[in-house]
């Protein structure tokens, strides 16, 4: 726009273009298009006491006035204005970079001219702080860079503004679209994709490191606090994602051998010699092909899922899976008040917070109904307790988390907790126990049991004499309860 025409078109009241109009249509114009709160045609029809059709009409005869007197010699340099500031805004415009534009600054100090200069360059609407023309959306914008964008090929932050003035969004607009929104990340110059799932974002720190990575590594890149443990079990399940050793994680559609875990591999080696092979060159293949240790590879060749023999290996058979007797008792912590009862007290510690699940001895595990290659779900309040013995594991059963108890109870390291399952109703119940309780209320909390002598107490849900209960005690590793006791 020539500067004269600008200085001409400062000089112009912009409202002057509504004299063409009666006051009354000038008023139902502005209170339609220009209201912050833009009242609905029957709202105003109840004001003005007549029909919304009638209201309607009257606001687009004033719409239909006013383009035509723009187009009159008399406003020509306020046409350019508009012309200018059609071309600046585009048909998507941040609203906080207003002040900077120029065709509007004389009137900044005027919101209700520069409403309506808007509403001759669009009319915008205005949606999560942007100014939008008809049948454009902050969603269907993003959708649209988010089609350009190619992990293979991530496009620059030049080209995604060059695609994205074709659809008339003019650069400053595109730049806010592709820096501020939490659906992209630009890296190194270029536009990526940041979904909103920690493996969307997993997915696009792999494209960008083009090689396999540590869960940490990984993480680290995001940049966000989440559990390790947590995004290293969704790693785990993710189809597109696949582990090219112990611990590392890749893109599956990589040319590369995929690590299925240290037992499944130890299996397939078995099935490739026919059945059964020799541990020694099992171990001396795996060694060479993954990044893995040779003592984790002989600790999963030991559980349960494999028989060893004089340097022979196999897979065990159903026929083979025995349950071996279980003697609960013998476990430190472990208490059963009555039949159907087995309480079991574990310490909070740190991998408790964090919610980790935990080992679980197996006579303990079995007699909870976690037989070799099962699970039992126990209920709580807070969900489901699962308890598993996976006959890959190279260190037998364990239990899911108790994350959700202790944030509800607000347990913290050093706390014990107390698991009360009922292995008929297939049901556990929950309590924490504080550090410093006299002895007698200790065991009652432990045990279920409520006796003055904490020692009877204790021989009940040991099923022994009480004379034999310090002994026992000790032998099964609960010396700290054997010290406490008078």
């Given at each position: 726009m020539p500067d004269h025409e600008l200085e001409e078109a400062i000089f112009v009241d912009p409202f002057s273009i509504l004299d063409v109009v009666s006051d009354h249509a000038k008023e139902l114009f502005c209170r339609r298009n220009l209201d912050a709160n833009t009242p609905t045609f029957r709202a105003l029809a109840d004001e003005f006491g007549v029909t919304a059709e009638a209201i309607r009409r009257t606001?687009?005869?004033?719409?239909?006035?006013?383009?035509?007197?723009?187009?009159?010699?008399?406003?020509?340099?306020?046409?350019?204005?508009?012309?200018?500031?059609?071309?600046?805004?585009?048909?998507?415009?941040?609203?906080?970079?207003?002040?900077?534009?120029?065709?509007?600054?004389?009137?900044?100090?005027?919101?209700?001219?520069?409403?309506?200069?808007?509403?001759?360059?669009?009319?915008?609407?205005?949606?999560?702080?942007?100014?939008?023309?008809?049948?454009?959306?902050?969603?269907?914008?993003?959708?649209?860079?988010?089609?350009?964008?190619?992990?293979?090929?991530?496009?620059?932050?030049?080209?995604?503004?060059?695609?994205?003035?074709?659809?008339?969004?003019?650069?400053?607009?595109?730049?806010?679209?592709?820096?501020?929104?939490?659906?992209?990340?630009?890296?190194?110059?270029?536009?990526?994709?940041?979904?909103?799932?920690i493996i969307d974002k997993a997915v696009t720190v792999l494209s960008l490191l083009g090689r396999p990575a540590t869960d940490s590594e990984i993480l680290e890149h995001i940049g966000e606090y989440r559990s390790l443990r947590s995004v290293r079990n969704r790693l785990l399940e993710e189809p597109v994602i696949m582990r090219t050793d112990r611990d590392y994680f890749a893109l599956r559609k990589w040319p590369l051998e995929e690590y299925s875990g240290i037992s499944e591999e130890i299996a397939e080696r078995i099935e490739r010699a026919g059945g059964e092979a020799e541990l020694e060159d099992v171990v001396a293949e795996l060694l060479a092909t993954f990044d893995i240790s040779e003592s984790s590879i002989r600790q999963y060749a030991a559980a349960y899922r494999f028989v060893t023999d004089e340097g022979r290996i196999w897979l065990r058979t159903d026929e083979e899976i025995d349950v071996p007797v279980s003697a609960p008792l013998t476990v430190a912590g472990a208490f059963q008040p009555e039949a159907r009862r087995i309480?079991?007290?574990?310490?909070?510690?740190?991998?408790?917070?964090?919610?980790?699940?935990?080992?679980?001895?197996?006579?303990?595990?079995?007699?909870?109904?976690?037989?070799?290659?099962?699970?039992?779900?126990?209920?709580?309040?807070?969900?489901?307790?699962?308890?598993?013995?996976?006959?890959?594991?190279?260190?037998?059963?364990?239990?899911?988390?108790?994350?959700?108890?202790?944030?509800?109870?607000?347990?913290?390291?050093?706390?014990?907790?107390?698991?009360?399952?009922?292995?008929?109703?297939?049901?556990?119940?929950?309590?924490?126990?504080?550090?410093?309780?006299?002895?007698?209320?200790?065991?009652?909390?432990?045990?279920?049991?409520?006796?003055?002598?904490?020692?009877?107490?204790?021989?009940?849900?040991?099923?022994?004499?009480?004379?034999?209960?310090?002994?026992?005690?000790?032998?099964?590793?609960?010396?700290?309860?054997?010290?406490?006791?008078?």
């Open positions: 606001v687009r005869r004033v719409e239909k006035r006013l383009v035509d007197t723009l187009l009159s010699d008399e406003y020509r340099p306020f046409r350019w204005l508009v012309s200018d500031l059609t071309r600046s805004l585009g048909s998507a415009y941040p609203v906080e970079y207003l002040d900077s534009v120029k065709e509007l600054q004389p009137w900044a100090n005027d919101p209700p001219a520069t409403s309506l200069l808007l509403w001759l360059v669009g009319p915008y609407n205005k949606s999560d702080g942007w100014l939008l023309k008809k049948g454009v959306s902050p969603s269907g914008l993003k959708h649209v860079v988010e089609e350009l964008c190619d992990l293979d090929l991530a496009p620059t932050v030049e080209e995604i503004i060059s695609e994205l003035s074709r659809i008339d969004i003019v650069e400053s607009a595109a730049r806010k679209l592709i820096s501020d929104s939490d659906r992209f990340r630009i890296i190194d110059g270029q536009v990526f994709v940041w979904g909103r799932t309480r079991y007290v574990v310490e909070v510690n740190a991998d408790t917070i964090r919610g980790s699940g935990r080992g679980l001895p197996r006579p303990l595990a079995i007699a909870l109904g976690a037989t070799p290659g099962k699970e039992e779900n126990y209920l709580t309040r807070e969900g489901t307790l699962r308890v598993i013995w996976r006959i890959e594991s190279a260190t037998g059963p364990d239990m899911g988390s108790l994350r959700a108890f202790c944030a509800r109870e607000g347990g913290s390291v050093g706390d014990s907790i107390v698991l009360d399952f009922d292995i008929i109703e297939k049901s556990v119940d929950v309590s924490l126990v504080k550090p410093g309780l006299p002895i007698n209320e200790l065991v009652k909390c432990y045990t279920g049991i409520d006796d003055p002598d904490p020692q009877v107490a204790l021989a009940r849900a040991l099923d022994v004499h009480p004379e034999a209960v310090r002994s026992m005690l000790r032998q099964r590793g609960d010396d700290a309860l054997v010290d406490a006791l008078p």
